[in-house]
């Protein structure tokens, strides 16, 4: 399934999918390479917890476990076995796609605020898992990415090779969104984020979808966290089991318009820059000025335009 190339909106796409690529190689500053890989990368993560948060309307506040199952797969295999972040990023996909069936199986059964809060706990279960074990994990202090050169390692001196393959991952997931959203699948999932029980009266069996969607999300989440932390090279249990990361991609989801495809995107491109410019002109201010800025944004989104950017245009 492909996009329909005869509608306006098409084009109008490829045109800003265009326009996202060649800002950050026409300017080739450090600043923008790097806004750009964090817009591209953030993009990503929203849109993929989309698929959950926003077509199957379950609230999903743990969903940093698959980043930082992703970022640990590919650090461990490539520090302990000399293995390709590559190949660790396909097996991170495989290890996370398993933790979302079991996580999924009981947990997509709650409704409301409980599937929320026990995401959350679930998150903050293996956090403290990762800390204690120290031996292999590196514990509450981390562990580097080996700094091997290459295409095979994922780690450049050029820059702009980085926003290659975050443009190319944001682009992966953002097709395979658009096409689950066109599916019969999508369809169900919208059918049970707006009535569950009526959706189940007809056939559909909600669980099952769920889980799907579920495993769907959390491998192209893992697959974008084994990314992140290889362009960071380092990792540790507090920002990739991160709470504040959890929600920070959920509220760009909400800001852009739940439910959509380009509204996690939007929401991404609206606010983060806003933050990054904050955090750079507001630091000598105070720490976690950027945090102020992200919610009085959510504020004012939430009281003008409550469909988001992408249900308000």
Not at 93 to 114: C, D, E, K, N
Not at 161 to 184: D, E, M, P
Not at 273 to 291: C, D, Q, T
Request: without cysteine.
């Amino acid at each position: 399934m492909f996009p329909d190339f005869r509608s306006p909106k098409t084009y109008v796409s490829l045109i800003l999918l265009i326009v996202m690529f060649i800002v950050p190689i026409a300017t080739g500053t450090p600043f923008w390479t790097n806004l750009f890989v964090l817009l591209f990368v953030f993009s990503a993560l929203s849109v993929a917890w989309n698929i959950v948060g926003g077509y199957a309307g379950q609230l999903s506040l743990g969903h940093a476990v698959f980043y930082g199952i992703g970022g640990y797969t590919a650090t461990l295999l490539t520090q302990n076995f000399g293995i390709s972040p590559w190949f660790g990023m396909l097996v991170g996909a495989a290890i996370s796609a398993v933790v979302a069936i079991i996580i999924s199986y009981p947990t997509l059964r709650l409704r409301g605020p409980f599937f929320a809060l026990a995401t959350i706990a679930i998150l903050e279960v293996v956090r403290l898992l990762v800390i204690h074990e120290e031996s292999w994990t590196g514990g509450s202090s981390g562990i580097s990415l080996p700094l091997n050169i290459g295409w095979a390692w994922i780690v450049f001196r050029e820059k702009i090779n980085y926003v290659i393959i975050a443009f190319g991952l944001f682009l992966l997931v953002t097709w395979v969104s658009w096409y689950i959203r066109k599916s019969r699948i999508g369809h169900y999932l919208i059918a049970i984020r707006e009535r569950e029980d009526a959706a189940l009266a007809v056939g559909i069996h909600t669980v099952r979808v769920k889980i799907i969607a579920a495993v769907v999300s959390a491998m192209l989440t893992s697959i974008i966290g084994t990314f992140h932390i290889t362009y960071l090279t380092f990792v540790d249990p507090s920002s990739a089991f991160s709470l504040e990361l959890s929600i920070q991609v959920a509220m760009f989801a909400l800001i852009g318009g739940l439910g959509t495809v380009a509204g996690p995107i939007a929401g991404t491109f609206l606010v983060l820059p806003i933050a990054e410019l904050a955090r750079g002109w507001l630091s000598s201010v105070g720490n976690g000025m950027h945090g102020l800025i992200y919610g009085l944004i959510l504020v004012a989104v939430v009281l003008t335009i409550p469909r988001g950017l992408a249900g308000a245009f």
